[in-house]
């Protein structure tokens, strides 16, 4: 076997070891010797770890065998040091991972307390958003309401509209138009011997109020129409004030026995009134 190495350049002094094969370039051998060493095949040169191991005391496999063990604790130097970073690396992933537990937890009792910040503001905000929504519906039936009238103890017939003007028009002295009454309606089912309350449905709050400015001169009506009144059309929880107030005012009058006490004034600004029992004043309802 050859000791020569092929190369690019004849210039390398270059030699292949024997047995493992590595090349080395010796530069330090004279060029004579170089040229000597070319000339024989059967000239065989040993790199410094082939030739520490003496060929004459030990045979080829003993050899073989010292290169590989030495092979096999280089391998495993170089896996204790790979398996020692992988060590080191793996305390530090799980570092990081009770770094990100800890972070996990705390953000978990954060949103805890932002739900239950949220779930309180919605609680709280439902109830404002209803209180909201029941004046909005209160304001808007109110309002529905302020042109009506409302009519009791008026028999039932099929001239409902006509008997209605001929009371506006003793009361007001023609002064309401037929035109102001818009609609007449009959409330609740109807049953025998009971007269439904009649809902009539004015053009303005004027014709109203002029209505009721005159509701005392319905005690001058006809027999025919006699026994009949008037009401604003209130809601639910208008009358409920109203009942209230006129408690109140009972309440007051039994106490003092000089003094009168009514409610006065417009639907959703009643107040009590206080006066002799001997002054005479226009009764308003």
Known sequence: MSTRAKT???????FSCFRCGCVSNLTLIPDDVYCFIQKYNNLKWFCDTCNNVSP??????EIDTDLLAR?????KQELMIKIDGLTDASKIIESELRNIRCAVKLNDEKLSNINHAVDEMRTGSGG????????LNDATDIKEREKNLVLFRRAEGDDDKERVM????????????????????????KQEKINRPLLLSLDSVESKNLIMDNVSRMKSLDDVLKGVWLSHDLSNDQRDELKKLINDAKKQESVSGD???????????????????????????
């Open 8 to 14: 690019k350049s004849d210039s390398l002094k270059n």
């Open 128 to 135: 404002v958003i209803k209180n909201v929504q029941k004046k």
């Open 71 to 75: 092979a096999v604790d280089r391998s």
């Open 166 to 189: 001929k009371i506006f028009n003793q009361s007001t002295r023609n002064e309401v138009a037929e035109k102001a009454v818009v609609k007449v309606t009959r409330l609740g089912k």
């Open 259 to 285: 003094f009168l006490f009514r409610v006065r004034g417009p639907p959703g600004r009643w107040k009590i009134v206080k006066f002799r029992r001997d002054q005479k004043l226009k009764e308003k309802v």
């Open 56 to 61: 004459d005391t030990k045979s080829s496999a």
